[in-house]
Structures are given as C-alpha cells and as structure tokens.
C-alpha cells in the first residue's frame, strides 16, 4: 500500500521515551535493563512525521527486548553532522548468523523458523521499517554477532524545528 509522510514538527526525547515507557515493561519482565541516550546537546525539536519515527523504533526496540533473555537494551540517538540523526538500538540477544544478516529486511524473512515459535513473529516488522526508513531518505543497516547482540541503526535527515518555523 501507499506509505504518505506527515511532517510536523516534534520533540526528539518525548518521542523517543514515548516509545520506551511501555517497552519498558516487558523488558523489566525479562529483567533486562533499559538504556535510553539522547546526545548531550541535540536539538530538542525536529521536523518529521513522529508517528513513523516512533513506530520504527517501536518495532527496533521490541525485537531487541524479545529475542533479549539477559543483559540490556540500549536506545541511542546521535547527530552524525548537518540534520542527519541516527537512531541505534544495541542488545546483548542471540543475535543473528552473518549468512542470515542481508534477509532480516525482507518480507516474511526469519532469521530461524524454530526462533520464530518461540519469539512470535511474521518476519514484516523488519520490512516494514525498512520501507519507512527509505520513504524518509534515510538508510537502515544491521550489525549482529552470533550469541554476542545486534545493532540495528537508521538515519534520516530532519530540520530543526525552529528553522523550519522560520521558513514558514
């Protein structure tokens, strides 16, 4: 279907604790740690669609408390220059065979059909994203190490919100 982006501006640390607050609970669940890191110094208001931002990282953060059984769950946002954001979310889970690391973004892709009994899943959340990620001119990747965790990390380019207002 069609995917149409709604910019407005938003405030980055409220979106993102917005997305924490009820993932919050399951990993308190598994007894995981949740860290949530905003860059010192990052402008607080950004212009973009927040419902798709928070439901990329709804999707990146619940896969990492799921396939999580220990350790933590790290959120983190950093500037990479300009107006690029880039958004991480880094567990301590079972992480992912380099063979298996280019199907995570496919549609209906698992990375294990027995993980997928137990972890749930119909391997669209990560396609998905993907899909969100490219409608908003940004890139997706993914780092993982077998038995060590995964990083999953996206950027998008956004203005602050004060300048966008200015232009208006």
């Keep these: ?18 997305v924490a607050t009820p993932v919050s609970t399951r990993a308190k669940e598994k007894d995981l740690e949740l860290i949530v890191r905003v860059e010192p110094g990052l402008p607080r208001s950004f212009v973009g669609d927040v419902g798709r931002i928070r439901q990329i990282i709804t999707n990146l953060l619940g896969n990492a408390v799921k396939f999580t059984d220990s350790g933590h769950v790290l959120v983190n946002v950093t500037l990479d220059g300009g107006n690029m954001l880039r958004f991480s979310v880094t567990d301590t889970g079972i992480g992912i065979p380099a063979d ?12 294990d059909a027995s993980s997928t009994r137990r972890h749930e899943g119909t391997g669209l959340g990560l396609a998905i994203t993907s899909r969100l990620v490219d409608l908003m001119g940004g890139e997706i990747g993914v780092e993982s190490e ?22 208006q």
Excluded at 146 to 167: M, Q
């Design 1 to 18: 279907g069609q995917l149409v982006l709604d910019p407005a501006p938003f405030n980055l640390t409220e979106a993102i604790e917005d």
């Design 100 to 111: 298996k690391l280019k199907l995570v973004f496919e549609k209906f892709s698992q990375v």
């Design 146 to 167: 077998e038995g060590k965790g995964s990083t999953f990390w996206f950027t998008v380019s956004l203005p602050v919100a004060d300048e966008f207002e200015r232009e």
